[in-house]
């Protein structure tokens, strides 16, 4: 078991940057961490056993995990979430005690703290104005729930492709991230659709010069190009 010090220096970055305890001291943090154990799990590992996050409560420290469910009938997948480094899980389980019937897949080596969920409810319990923080966050997971919903039901592939792209260029270097490297079908899996359908629409956009594909990796060449078709489709939508 690691100590709590030197989890807190080695993971202050992320531990810093994660919205459920954003503002927490690091006499707070260490205090926290005397719970905290560290796990590695490998790349491409799916996580099926909706057992182990009912008893555990997890903070992303390096890595990509996606979230993710699959019809029974169709083995159709949609993805709900992609959480990164500082991201949380699973808030469904910490509030009602319940099994969450949802999936995980690694698409990188992963590095997560873990604490006990009987834990992290009794140190709440200490702490009752940090619920304040998880609502807010639990309301943002919501409301990203909702609009991902609403574009299923009322847009269509291209539109719901280019606001992806969008939502994930980095405001300042204007890069492309998190899902820069991403098989068509992990993106596919984002935005409901399937493979094929989004290697036809990213092979328009790299024609249109506003993005490049070249060795597994996905750049924006052009970001008006992409707003300016954005536009487009909104009006043509309307």
Known sequence: MIPAENLFS???????NCELFNDLSETQWIELLEDFHE????KNSCIINHQKFLFHFYI????????????????????LFLLKKSDVFDLFCLF????????????????????????????????????????SYAGKMMRALESNVSQLIFTNI??????????????????????????????????????????????????????DMARNQLEIRDISLLIKELE???RNNK
């Open 10 to 16: 080695k993971y202050q970055l992320a531990l810093n």
């Open 39 to 42: 796990e590695k799990w490998s």
């Open 60 to 79: 992303i420290t390096s890595g990509r995990i996606k979230m993710y469910n699959v019809d029974e009938f169709s083995e159709k997948e949609h993805t």
């Open 96 to 135: 009602d005690g319940s099994k969450h019937r949802v999936y995980y897949e690694c698409l990188d080596n992963i590095n997560v703290l873990a604490i006990p969920m009987d834990k992290l409810r009794e140190w709440l319990n200490k702490n009752p104005h940090q619920y304040q923080h998880f609502l």
């Open 158 to 211: 291209s539109t719901r492709l280019l606001k992806l792209l969008l939502e994930n260029v980095n405001s300042k270097s204007k890069k492309l991230e998190l899902i820069n490297d991403l098989p068509n079908k992990e993106i596919a899996n984002l935005i409901g659709s399937t493979r094929a359908v989004v290697n036809r629409h990213l092979q328009i956009l790299k024609q249109s010069g506003s993005i």
């Open 232 to 234: 487009k489709q909104n």
